[in-house]
């Protein structure tokens, strides 16, 4: 195969026709990877204030 055919090959098959604008598909796929993001910072955050408490809490005392 000669250069010129390899590269138009190459070129061709990388051609696709423009995809149609879906904004409501869109829209909803931004929220949820928001929604998705704010969720796990929520969840770090609430381990980290679990973390920081249990670890100012005293002992509880040993006897009764």
Excluded: C, H, I
């Excluded at 000669?2 to 070129?11: D, F, I, K, Q, S």
């Amino acid at each position: 195969m000669e250069p010129r055919a390899v590269t138009y090959r190459l070129w061709s098959e990388r051609q696709q026709m423009a995809r149609t604008p879906n904004f409501k598909f869109d829209r909803m796929e931004r929220d949820r990877a928001k929604a998705l993001k704010t969720a796990e910072k929520a969840k770090a955050k609430l381990e980290k204030a679990e973390a920081a408490k249990a670890q100012d809490a005293p002992a509880e005392p040993k006897g009764d």
